[in-house]
């Protein structure tokens, strides 16, 4: 355990739990957090992890603005991406992530690269959907941290395999406290548009 290990999993793991609280404040100290998570990938060897914390902290700059300002210059309520788009997303994601895989397995020295690949690729799928404020992004979570944590612990990360534990719970909380502040903005909107 390093000192770059544990100031990347504090930071992130504040930023994963303002998330799960929809705290617009995830976003910035995100940013923070998946630039220390960048460097210490790198030096693991995960370099497809790597690549993914640099589209964490382009993709923050951009949540946040899509939380603020993303539903008609307001702020942007919790709702569902729905079977249709989940159907479509699944797929796909397996088949980047068979080849990225791939691609690392053959020109690089990376260890696990299918499983790093999909925690990549499941990832940004998953970070895609929280940007658009969608409750399915915390499924998405679950099974990347399912992946994770197993192959951060084979890679003497053992701090960060324990937060992916803790991601992995927060993730299941966070599910059931999306889903009741959605219902609730929609039982509010249903009521406001029958009075109208």
């Known amino acids: 355990m390093t000192i770059l290990e544990i100031a990347a999993s504090a930071t992130t793991t504040i930023s994963i739990l303002l998330a799960g609280r929809n705290s617009i404040h995830t976003w910035w100290i995100g940013i923070i957090g998946c630039t220390l998570f960048c460097m210490l990938f790198y030096q693991a060897k995960l370099y497809a992890d790597a690549v993914l914390q640099l589209f964490f902290i382009g993709a923050s700059g ?8 993303g539903e008609q210059g307001r702020e942007k309520p919790i709702s569902r991406a729905g079977p249709q788009k989940i159907a479509l997303l699944a797929p796909i994601g ?39 404020r969608r409750l399915e992004c915390w499924l998405f ?17 053992y701090l960060t395999a324990f937060l992916y534990g803790v991601y992995w719970i927060n993730a299941i909380i ?8 959605m219902v609730s903005t929609e039982k509010f909107r249903s009521a ?5």
């Open 94 to 132: 397996i088949l980047v992530t068979a080849t990225y895989g791939y691609l690392l397995h053959y020109f690089t020295d990376a260890y696990a690269p299918f499983l790093d690949s999909g925690i990549l690729v499941f990832s940004v799928i998953g970070q895609w959907l929280l940007m658009q």
């Open 192 to 196: 406001i548009a029958g009075t109208a």
């Open 141 to 157: 979570w679950l099974l990347v941290n399912t992946i994770a944590i197993p192959l951060f612990a084979s890679r003497g990360l």
């Open 174 to 181: 966070a599910y059931r406290y999306w889903r009741s502040q």
């Open 62 to 69: 951009f949540g946040w603005w899509q939380w603020l300002y």
